[in-house]
């Protein structure tokens, strides 16, 4: 441990590297925000029949959702329940609007079946490619940043001691520490500069949030790591509703079957609470 | 009195709903003065945009104008709210169509957002033009389905063309959206009575009352209030009309519900939570009347 105690920080270390590195970087930070607001595009807003499609579905939901005690008599439920089994068939609620029936197939036979649009896929749609390139941007401008600070790092100070930790360390922590120094026998707690850069680009976040007020910055952890990370970059796969339709129709014909109306046996529950027909 | 107490005091209105516009206006109009000279914090501008619509509810076009102005200026023109109460605004100072058409591209641009379309269907009606109301409402409906207001007010559209079956189906709806809602029943029960299904009718007020029982543990010991009185009425009037049928009509029912089998015994019990209802002080004028009209059958 000689090592430890007989090295000594130069100040002018301390003022012209270890303040640059850090300031530099909360003020790429707070530009990219500022960057990264400019660039967000409003998201589009949803035509009528996008909304509809969307919303298909709750009309089924919420009528299953009170099947078994149902506010409404027979023949209203099953009116409503029998018109939205017809029109998930149909596929009245697609955005695109019913089916047109094809006429005739190949082979020459007539075919009754409708022809229903192919389920979308993330790329021919022009507004998912939209939100791709979105994506695409903001990734760029996280990372590009990064990318030349770290460069600036490396180039001018590679294999400076930038810092001595307060805290003792154990050996593990060495190549998070002392990234860009080959010291074998040297103290833990010595951060290199090319460590105190990624010290400083994990933890930062906080300090943006600080500086920033706690309004999505625009940068979240995914995107601080700087891995773009797939699963998380890719927009929310588009829904074939035409597939969710069919289902629901399924549970809409299950929950026929559970229907009761509360009306049902309502005489009886208020003459029994009024004391007119002995309890059960 | 501190402005923050003044101001959750004032937002209470907002929670509790009741239509006190003039009194709104004279809590809240000092407000708009403090507007200019001192910072204010944020909570105040809800408060300003209410204080425009009570202003438009009394017909204070010159306060709405001015709350229209600060909000305009704090928020932006662009914000759908803003926009939506310059409409407001243009409704009770400009010719109607006007009104209708600013509506109308306000809700191609904000196709998401359907504050703008329920405006042009209410400035329809306003104009008369029920048939087109109904008509975009319905379309309104079909895209936004759990718009409750939306359903109720089909349904008293379709009532005030006498269409009451179809405004049992818009009901239905908003028994679907709302079925803790007993206002909505007793809605429904007196569509149908109208309708004339009287068993559907008196199905629908026994679930009132069986909702507005639910949490008394005796009901028979207490005296019937507020909505159950008149639900305790429908119930009379509808097992009346089953038990001695008017001479030429038939009690047929268009929904196919069956006529409950103890009706003498539903006739007794409404006679007497009815009779009930007008024993108390406050009833004890008209029992009179009440007890005459039940003797006569």
């Not at chain 1, 994506?135 to 490396?154: A, E, L, Y």
């Not at chain 1, 005489?267 to 027909?277: A, I, M, Q």
């Not at chain 2, 001695?244 to 519900?257: F, I, L, M, R």
Request: proline fraction near 7%.
């Amino acid at each position: 441990m000689s090592s430890a105690t007989s090295l000594y920080l130069d100040p002018s270390i301390r003022d012209w590297v270890l303040f640059p590195i850090s300031l530099v970087m909360i003020l790429v930070g707070v530009l990219r925000h500022y960057v990264l607001l400019l660039l967000q595009n409003k998201p589009k807003p949803q035509t009528r029949p996008q909304i509809r499609e969307q919303r298909a579905l709750t009309r089924s939901q919420l009528l299953r959702a009170t099947a078994a005690q149902s506010p409404i008599a027979p023949p209203f439920y099953l009116t409503i329940s029998q018109n939205l089994k017809q029109a998930f068939t149909d596929g009245v609620y697609l955005k695109d609007g019913p089916p047109a029936p094809k006429k005739v197939t190949k082979g020459g036979a007539e075919s009754d079946e409708p022809e229903f649009p192919q389920p979308p896929s993330l790329f021919s749609d022009p507004s998912q490619m939209d939100n791709m390139m979105g994506q695409f941007k903001t990734q760029t401008v996280v990372m590009i940043p990064q990318m030349v600070i770290m460069g600036w790092v490396n180039f001018f100070f590679s294999g400076f001691v930038a810092i001595k930790l307060p805290f003792p360390l154990t050996l593990g922590f060495k190549p998070m520490m002392q990234r860009g120094i080959s010291t074998p026998d040297m103290d833990t707690r010595w951060v290199s500069s090319l460590s105190w850069y990624f010290l400083n680009f994990f933890g930062l976040n906080g300090v943006y949030r600080l500086l920033l007020g706690n309004e999505d910055t625009g940068v979240d952890m995914q995107q601080m790591t700087g891995m773009p990370n797939m699963a998380a970059a890719t927009p929310a796969v588009p829904q074939d509703y035409n597939k969710l339709f069919k289902q629901e129709k399924e549970n809409l014909e299950f929950d026929e079957g559970f229907y009761k109306w509360i009306g049902e046996d309502v005489e009886d529950r208020v003459l029994r609470k009024y004391g007119k027909l002995p309890s059960v | 009195m501190s402005p923050s107490t003044s101001l959750e005091q004032l937002a209470t209105f907002k929670a509790q709903n009741p239509r006190a516009s003039q009194e709104f206006l004279d809590k809240a109009s000092p407000l708009l003065k403090d507007l200019k000279n001192t910072k204010v914090n944020d909570d105040v501008w809800p408060v300003i945009e209410q204080l425009a619509m009570a202003a438009l509810d009394v017909g204070r076009l010159d306060i709405a104008k001015t709350a229209w102005k600060a909000l305009a200026d704090r928020i932006g023109q662009e914000s759908p709210r803003v926009i939506l109460l310059q409409g407001l605004i243009m409704e009770a100072s400009e010719p109607l169509d006007l009104a209708l058409r600013y509506y109308e591209a306000e809700a191609q641009k904000h196709s998401h957002n359907p504050a703008f379309w329920k405006r042009q269907v209410a400035v329809l009606r306003q104009m008369g033009k029920v048939e087109e109301a109904t008509n975009e409402l319905k379309s309104l409906l079909d895209t936004f389905y759990s718009d409750l207001e939306g359903w109720l007010e089909l349904a008293d559209l379709y009532s005030s063309c006498c269409h009451y079956s179809l405004a049992q189906q818009a009901l239905s709806h908003a028994l679907l959206l709302a079925p803790q809602n007993s206002f909505t029943f007793l809605q429904f029960a007196e569509t149908a009575f109208t309708a004339g299904d009287m068993p559907l009718a008196l199905k629908n007020f026994l679930i009132v009352i069986d909702m507005n029982d639910s949490d008394v543990p005796a009901p028979q010991d207490q005296s019937p209030t507020g909505i159950s009185v008149r639900a305790w009425w429908g119930v009379k009037l509808c097992a009346r009309r089953l038990l001695y049928p008017p001479a030429g009509g038939v009690n047929d029912s268009a929904s196919k519900t069956a006529i409950p089998k103890n009706l003498k015994m539903i006739d007794q019990l409404a006679t007497e939570r009815v009779l009930t209802a007008y024993s108390g002080e406050r009833g004890i004028h008209n029992r009179d009347v009440v007890s005459r009209w039940m003797s006569k059958e």
